[in-house]
């Protein structure tokens, strides 16, 4: 077939070295579509594992700023593999300090309005706690639905085969039977990313036959911390600050 001036004929023809001409059906300037890659992060056992780095430290504590899509970043293959979405599993602290509240609310905003990651919301369930020496009474709050939650959106997208990998970040073994479940019916690979501080879940693991095992690091959050602020490109108006127990520690000279 003739090619006009400047384009490359179709099929493309190529020379060997013994001047023979052959052809190829599979156009050199097109290049492979790259595997989506789906993220389900247990949004609690993140935060409370990077807040046990700060426990012991309250300078590390704007590590908890950190944008997950570039956290995640560090975890694929940028050349053969996307990131297609982001789950974020979680539960309104409601019963928490208005403090607590309104830092909770800024870095949501950010994940679900800036960086378009997917909120999945569960919630807290006051429980009646009795002291077995004292007697004495308190109530305490538990997160409810949101392994449910992970369980049920992790085996759904194995079975409707949408992603080309699933990565669980999380380190809670109760996730073990949906991974396992996931893992029959998924034609792509499950991974398990762990959160900082934490070992890889053993149960999570030996379904995964330990391949596909990852690990957050000190490092990785340090290389994807979030603005200081977010900016509405239309009006230029400040949409979320950064809250001032996020700001890093200032660089000594």
Known sequence: ????????????RWVRPDGVFYFSLISPMSAPAKKKVAFFVDGYNLY?????????DSTKNYLKWVDLRALFQQFINKSTEEIA??????????????DVQDRYNKLIRVYTEILGI?????????KKITCRCCHANWIHHEEKESDVNIAINLVEAAYEQRYDTLC????????????K????VFQGQIRLISPP???????????????GIGKIKEIHLERALMNDKYVDTRTKRVIVRRPTEYDPPRQTH
Do not use: C
């Not at 979405?85 to 208005?98: K, L, Q, S, V, W």
């Not at 479940?181 to 029959?184: E, I, S, T």
């Open 1 to 12: 077939m003739q090619s006009s001036a400047g384009e490359l004929p179709w099929p493309p």
């Open 48 to 56: 409370h594992s990077i807040a046990g780095l700060s426990a012991h």
């Open 85 to 98: 979405d982001i789950y974020y599993f979680t539960a309104r602290p409601t019963h928490t300090r208005p």
């Open 118 to 126: 997917k909120v999945l919301f569960g919630k807290f369930k006051e």
């Open 168 to 179: 669980l970040v999380t380190q809670d073994s109760d996730l073990a039977p949906a991974v």
């Open 181 to 184: 479940l996931a893992r029959k």
């Open 197 to 211: 501080g934490r070992p890889p879940s053993n149960e999570i693991s030996r379904v995964l036959r330990g391949k």
